[in-house]
Structure formats: structure tokens, C-alpha cells
């Protein structure tokens, strides 16, 4: 029978891919005072035209589900340097479904800890212990993929509600890549190297959390493949479930980082003046690059 490692196990088994520790017990205590957090804000989104938040360093994201299982796509930049965003490398790192303190990682070169699971409520079917929620990739949330699978015209993938929220920010989309697929159930087919939809064990009621490690633009999309029980050619025109979006106070100040007693870049190398990162090519120190 398969079972899925926590990310503090993966640690333990797999050192060399994911040599940064998780404090536990910070993140406990980051959950606990979720429960008594007042709420910043909070919207209903029920159409395919997603949402953005800003989330301070500090403070979390909670997504529930109003009606019942849908696919919620999440994507995450810098709010100073969105060239920061999430990466899928995170995989590597803590495994390809987010559990309570799975972290999300950003892009090279910081390379550091976006958001954090502080709640999951979701429980998947034992029956099939192979199939769990939150995969970081496998949504198929491009227009290809939904042309492709007999999806209905007309409609706004993921990926269309995520580039018209970052045009509409005034942020280039091409850096656009993999997203989270929160309350889909997926399995990973081993013979055929593939993430599989299956349909989600979500009900009214479950929730996520997510704690944002820096200060961060959350996109939200509510995605057309729904909840995953219905193949798209077959969807017509999608109806998808509501869910709530709130934000809230500041819970706790985040770990420092890098973590103590681990090695971290000369980030000069790599950001102007003002903290972005650089778009002007400079020769790597040390390196000769003449022929």
C-alpha cells in the first residue's frame, strides 16, 4: 500500500533533496492562532474570472468550499519583485501533494519558502490511499489542455483568469508556470509517468490555510474541470462551486531567512539596486568566460 510521507519525514529519508529543516512547532503555533484570527477580508468567488488578494508577511489565506468539491488553481508572486513567484521545484523538496507544513517554494535565486499549509481539512477515500489532494501540478489549466480534452468554446481556463489578473496589475504573465490544485484529488500513474484527475473526496465545508512566509500577491481561480468527476467533453458549459477567500491579521512574524546553519547566495549577484532582481547580464564571479 502506498503511503505518503509528511514533509518533516521526507526530511529524514531524503536529506540530499531537502536539506532545510521545518520547525514544526513554529507552524503548530501558527495554527493555533489561526483559530481566533480576525478576518481582513473576505469575498465569494463563483465564476471563472478568479481573484487576487495581497497577504502580508505573516498573515494567511483561507479558501473554503461553500457548496460542495471544486478545483480551486492557486499561483503566488513577490508583491515587490514578482519575478519571484512560485516554482514547481518544490516537488523535489517536499513531495508532489501539499499537507499541513508543506511549504511552497519560490523561484532561483532566492530560492526560499512562499506559503506554508497551516489547515487541511479534506480527507481522502482510504480506499484508495494512492489518491490525495492538493497535487502542486497535474490541473491541466492551459487553453490547449482544455481544447484538447473536448472542453466547450469560450470558456476561461485557469490560466486566462490568471493572465488577466497580472495584466490588470500592470504584471508581465509570461512568467506564468505551474500552479497549486487545491482540492483536486490526483493519482500519479507510475507507468505511464502521468498525474491523473480523479473525483475530488471534498465536501461543503473543507478548507485550506495557507501562511505567507513574505509579502506575497495570491491569485485565486475557480477551475472549469470543476471537481473532477465529469470528463470536459462531456461538461458543456461549466457551472463551477463557490468558495469564501478570507485573509487575515498578522499571526505570528515569520521565520528569518535563510533558516540558522544554512548556506545561502550572495544575493548582490543577482538583485539592483532596489531589491528586484536584475534583468542586465553580468558574468558570474570566478568564472572566466573568455574563449
Not at 483559530?35 to 487576487?52: M, Q, T
Not at 502521468?194 to 505567507?212: T, W
Request: charged share 20%; hydrophobic share 35%; aromatic share 8%.
Amino acid at each position: 500500500m502506498i503511503e505518503y510521507k509528511t514533509p518533516t519525514e521526507l526530511l529524514e529519508t531524503s536529506p540530499q533533496l531537502c536539506p532545510t529543516p521545518i520547525d514544526d512547532a513554529f507552524y503548530e503555533g501558527a495554527g493555533e492562532a489561526l483559530a481566533g484570527a480576525d478576518r481582513v477580508s473576505s469575498e465569494v468567488l463563483g465564476d471563472l474570472e478568479g481573484a487576487a488578494v495581497e497577504l502580508d508577511a505573516g498573515s494567511a489565506v483561507v479558501i473554503t468550499l461553500l457548496e460542495g468539491p471544486q478545483i480551486v488553481n492557486v499561483w503566488a508572486y513577490n508583491q515587490a519583485d514578482p519575478d519571484e513567484r512560485i516554482w514547481h521545484e518544490s516537488v523535489i523538496r517536499e513531495g508532489i501533494f501539499l499537507r499541513r507544513h508543506t511549504r511552497v517554494w519560490g523561484t532561483m535565486a532566492r530560492y526560499r519558502p512562499l506559503l506554508t499549509v497551516l489547515e487541511d481539512t479534506v480527507v481522502a477515500d482510504p480506499q484508495l490511499p494512492a489518491g490525495q489532494h492538493h497535487p502542486y501540478y497535474g490541473g491541466g489549466g492551459t487553453p490547449s489542455d482544455w481544447q484538447f480534452a473536448g472542453g466547450a468554446d469560450g470558456v476561461k481556463t485557469t490560466w486566462e483568469q490568471f493572465r488577466d489578473l497580472l495584466v490588470a496589475r500592470g504584471v508581465s504573465p509570461a512568467g506564468l508556470n505551474e500552479h497549486l490544485c487545491l482540492f483536486q484529488r490526483s493519482i500519479v500513474d507510475r507507468d505511464r509517468q502521468r498525474v491523473e484527475i480523479l473525483p475530488s473526496n471534498a465536501v461543503a465545508g473543507d478548507r485550506i490555510a495557507l501562511f505567507a512566509e513574505q509579502d506575497l500577491c495570491v491569485l485565486i481561480a475557480l477551475s472549469p474541470y470543476l471537481d473532477g468527476s465529469t470528463p470536459i467533453a462531456e461538461l458543456g458549459v461549466p457551472q463551477p462551486r463557490p468558495v469564501r477567500i478570507e485573509t487575515t491579521e498578522r499571526l505570528v512574524e515569520p521565520l528569518p531567512w535563510p533558516y540558522p546553519g544554512i548556506s545561502y547566495p550572495d544575493m548582490s549577484r543577482y538583485l539592483d539596486d532596489s531589491g528586484t532582481r536584475t534583468t542586465e547580464p553580468v558574468p558570474t564571479p570566478g568564472i572566466d568566460y573568455s574563449l
